[in-house]
């Protein structure tokens, strides 16, 4: 049977981990090498690393960094921030990422989608959609959470999916940070809507989150960073926890 | 010296990160005589299957890689255009098995993207390697289970996550992208 994923996530400003709330106030969280070796040898499932400076300083993501990541571990990792164009995310492959994840610069530029999903497969990219609830709506939001857009996250995932995303990256702004749970809601209405896989983030702040995030909505993925990064919830002990629940975990 | 088949599919670097981490020089490279003199020859690749097997035939490589005897190692859509066809722009492949390669159809997400279990395990390519170990698949195609499958695994329906015949091997998962038990996988090929 496919597992369920617990995926940690890596926010990457000026080479170092960091970790906000609610999309702000930054803190320090450590060497990423070194947290993504640990987090290898606890069992995650995937790494994402996102370079959450790119595209507000305009300044590409740190290939040199992806370099290091990619020899010195064996899961599949993705990349995002800052990936405007193909020649981005040739880059990002050749430094040895497995997948990309784009953002701001799918809103703007859907195409990017296909273009991606053209040359290196579906399987490559990732589309992350920041989203946040307005007057019981879920509303995209881009540049780390900054600008709102009019576009409706439901839409906008069956429209990115349509154009060749390979799976979908979810944050809900409401929740990242707070430690409060997953955004069921909206990881439910999304999952149902679309058949590629679709990971959750944002909230993450009890073992019993993840219980309910897969007992409850078709995420095939969880993901988190302080939880981990402060090792809250080492992810050997989640790991065990869900699997006496019968989840199926690796 | 291992040499990784270069064509154009996405994340070789990968395995020559993994072989690398092994212990193992390696060198990725499309030149027919580098691969033939090659020890073993690692045929890995992430990508579609009509314009990777234009690629390799443009270059001559479809004659080089079915006439090796050395071992070699197909991965992914490697495994995959080391079979007879694919319903993947239906394309006709090297032949090396006899497989077919078809699309996952069924209510599902697809791709199967993920962690799975290996079942009915045998070959020496699984030396020290548990029955229901999870490995890593991201992949929409598989190749049919029949006499060449060394193991299989289980998405919408059984298929063969590894297939063998004679001196050639493929995984449809990927062992560098399979933590420990991945690496177990590739040492078991590297020491044939």
């Not at chain 1, 940070?177 to 955004?183: D, E, L, N, P």
Request: hydrophobic residues 40%; negative net charge; proline residues 3%.
């Amino acid at each position: 049977m496919l597992k369920r994923r617990i995926i940690p996530c890596l926010d990457i400003q000026n080479g170092r981990t960091v970790k906000g709330i609610n999309f702000e106030e930054i803190r320090d969280a450590g060497d990423p090498v070194e947290l993504a070796k640990k987090y290898v040898k606890d069992g995650a499932d995937e790494l994402v690393f996102l370079d959450i400076t790119a595209t507000v300083e305009k300044r590409k993501t740190l290939l040199e960094l992806v370099e290091k990541i990619a020899a010195e571990i064996n899961i599949p990792f993705t990349v995002g921030g800052g990936i405007n164009n193909i020649e981005d995310v040739t880059r990002l492959i050749a430094a040895g990422a497995d997948k990309v994840s784009i953002n701001s610069s799918a809103v703007k530029r859907p195409e990017l989608i296909s273009e991606i999903a053209n040359q290196f497969g579906s399987q490559c990219v990732v589309v992350a959609i920041d989203t946040k609830k307005v007057d019981d709506t879920w509303y995209v939001y881009t540049h780390g959470g900054r600008t709102a857009t009019e576009l409706k996250t439901i839409d906008w995932a069956r429209q990115a999916v349509e154009l060749g995303a390979g799976e979908i990256l979810l944050t809900s702004m409401n929740n990242d940070g707070t430690k409060s749970g997953f955004a069921l809601d909206v990881t439910r209405e999304v999952s149902n809507a679309i058949n590629v896989p679709v990971i959750a983030s944002g909230g993450a702040g009890r073992k019993e989150d993840f219980d309910t995030l897969f007992q409850t909505t078709k995420a095939t993925g969880g993901l988190a960073a302080s939880i981990f990064h402060y090792n809250e919830i080492p992810i050997t002990e989640l790991k065990t926890y869900l699997k006496t629940l019968k989840i199926p975990i690796r | 010296m291992i040499a990784i088949v270069k064509y154009n599919a996405g994340n070789i670097r990968s395995v020559q990160n993994a072989l690398t981490r092994l212990g193992y020089a390696s060198v990725v490279t499309d030149n027919p005589a580098l691969i033939q003199a090659a020890d073993k020859v690692i045929f890995p690749g992430v990508g579609e299957a009509s314009s990777a097997m234009k690629y390799i035939s443009e270059r001559g490589l479809d004659e080089v890689i079915k006439q090796l005897n050395q071992p070699v190692l197909g991965i992914c859509l490697g495994l995959q255009l080391m079979c007879f066809s694919s319903e993947e722009g239906e394309t006709k492949c090297l032949g090396i098995f006899d497989n077919e390669v078809q699309k996952f159809r069924g209510n599902a997400l697809i791709p199967q993207m993920g962690w799975n279990e290996l079942t009915d395990l045998k070959s020496d390519l699984f030396v020290d390697v548990k029955q229901f170990s999870d490995v890593y698949f991201v992949h929409s195609y598989f190749a049919n289970v029949n006499e060449n499958t060394i193991a299989t695994c289980n998405y919408i329906q059984t298929f063969s996550a590894a297939i063998q015949k004679n001196n050639f091997y493929a995984t449809q998962f990927h062992p560098e992208k399979s933590a420990g038990i991945g690496e177990q996988i590739l040492l078991n090929f590297l020491q044939l």
